[in-house]
């Protein structure tokens, strides 16, 4: 299967500061990137969509002021948490899709593990 | 908008025993049904995916069926192995649109 990369697998920040995760396809051009967020145990929430060069879709509930994302080319979006607090640690799991006409695989980044102390 | 539902929440087998778990979705017009699994601290890998075009799918000990008339489908592991313990998700679109996850499923396999 295709290869999704995220940078950093684990970040520790402090309570206002920004942090800025990384999310890259290695082997193929993702049309549609997403990024979603996953607390223990649960399943993984879909915090936003985003097509490359356009602005993102963020679902109901998240607060795009918050979580800025840059989709700024066909290999690499970005998710910054801006202003961390606490309750902001979770993990945080990127995806990609090549939106061809014989394509409809999503697939996942190893994820990052974000603790706002 | 599309709602899908897993079962069971938690699964526990004997090695060399299989596996099935089920999801039930509830739009008509969902056309893509990708499994994925996950292990503790990693991101979900798509293990196996099947279209409505189709009504089974097989990958080795790996196998989904499709029932579109009564909106679910099934994963089936055989000949489990301990490696094969993780949670497993699955999922359901239309056509270049976002995937609705069910709850996921925690597979134990005991040697």
């Known amino acids: ?117 | 908008g599309e709602n899908v539902e897993q079962h069971p929440s938690t699964l526990s087998v004997q090695e060399g025993d299989s596996a099935v778990i089920k999801c039930t979705y509830s739009d008509s017009a969902s056309n893509y049904f990708p499994w994925y699994k996950q292990e503790l601290g990693k991101g979900p890998q798509l293990i196996i995916d099947i279209r409505s075009n189709v009504g089974e799918k097989k990958d080795q000990r790996i196998a989904v069926t499709l029932n579109k008339t009564a909106k679910h489908f099934s994963l089936h592991i055989t000949e489990t192995q301990p490696e094969d313990s993780a949670v497993y998700f699955c999922a359901a679109s239309r056509r270049f649109q976002k995937l609705v996850f069910g709850t996921g499923t925690r597979l134990l396999v005991s040697p």
Request: hydrophobic residues 30%; contains cysteine.
């Open chain 1, 1 to 117: 299967g295709a290869v999704v990369s995220q940078h950093p697998s684990w970040v520790i920040c402090k309570s206002g500061t920004s942090v800025k995760i990384e999310c890259r396809s290695l082997d193929f051009q993702a049309t549609t990137m997403f990024w979603y967020r996953q607390f223990p145990k649960q399943s993984l929430m879909l915090m936003a969509t985003s097509n490359e060069g356009s602005k993102a879709t963020y679902e109901q509930g998240v607060e795009k002021d918050k979580f800025l994302i840059n989709h700024a080319s066909l290999t690499l979006s970005t998710l910054t948490v801006t202003s961390a607090h606490p309750e902001d640690s979770s993990f945080y799991i990127c995806s990609a899709r090549e939106d061809r006409v014989e394509s409809y695989e999503q697939y996942f980044g190893p994820g990052t593990r974000l603790t706002v102390t």
